[in-house]
């Protein structure tokens, strides 16, 4: 009974290709995250979505594209791949709360290797 | 914006007490949290503390916050091979948009 799932665990492709990576959560949280970690082990967000509605875009180039269909669910799609965006990918979620902590859960991570 | 350092690596022996710091830049700093990440997986979520307390202990762990100096630390009593991973600290300010931010990472490495 896994609480944030991501797929593929590996994805291996060539530079130019488009391809997305898929998150879910059964922890009944509304808000999810997509984190990139870099070589170097820097982790760093990229977007958040509460209730299907995007709350967070960092600087990410226009070829990533968060889409989240329900609650439960947030993708990343990512157009024209390049070979800096080879990193481990992971997904995370929360449960808004008024104030107080909002502790995220994450999921084990994407892979992505550009060749 | 914020900004969060720690120190890139640590070696201790098993037994001994291990000591990870960590400094932030965000005064409004509402929880700040203890990651770690074993090779090859994800985040796991260690312990948190409220930024208006000082200490917190959770078994092995004890979290130190100064928050004049904007310093914390994590402390493992007995440390244990299974201890070796990548340690993040992390802050989550105020606002709406729940966002964290991590700190570098300290690799720590239990030696026999």
């Known amino acids: 009974d896994t609480a944030v799932s991501q797929t593929p665990k590996y994805l291996v492709t060539q530079m130019g290709n488009d391809k997305s990576i898929k998150c879910e959560q059964n922890?009944?949280?509304?808000?999810m995250y997509w984190y990139k970690q870099d070589s170097k082990k820097f982790l760093k967000i990229m977007f958040s979505?509460?209730?299907?509605?995007?709350?967070i875009n960092e600087t990410v180039p226009n070829r990533f594209s968060p889409k989240s269909p329900d609650k439960a669910h947030l993708n990343l799609h990512i157009n024209s791949l390049e070979l800096g965006d080879s990193a481990v990918y992971f997904c995370?979620?929360?449960?808004?709360?008024?104030?107080?902590?909002?502790?995220?859960?994450f999921g084990p991570g994407t892979r992505l290797l550009v060749l | 914006g914020e900004d969060v350092e720690q120190s890139l690596f640590l070696s201790v022996r098993e037994g001994d007490s291990s000591v990870i710091n960590c400094t932030y830049t965000?005064?409004?700093?509402?929880?700040l949290y203890w990651y770690k990440q074993e090779p090859g997986a994800g985040l796991q979520l260690l312990t948190y503390?409220?930024?208006?307390?000082d200490m917190k202990q959770d078994q092995r762990l004890t979290v130190l916050l100064n928050k004049k100096d904007k310093h914390l630390s994590l402390r493992i009593a007995d440390t244990q091979t299974g201890d070796s991973a990548i340690y993040f600290c992390?802050?989550?300010?105020?606002?709406?948009?729940?966002?964290?931010?991590f700190g570098t990472g300290t690799r720590l490495q239990v030696t026999l």
């Open positions: 995370a979620s929360s449960q808004f709360k008024n104030g107080p902590q909002e502790t995220q859960y």
């Open positions: 922890l009944g949280h509304d808000t």
């Open positions: 979505y509460n209730n299907k509605e995007l709350i």
């Open positions: 965000d005064s409004s700093s509402t929880y």
């Open positions: 503390i409220f930024s208006n307390m």
């Open positions: 992390a802050e989550k300010g105020t606002g709406t948009a729940s966002k964290l931010t």
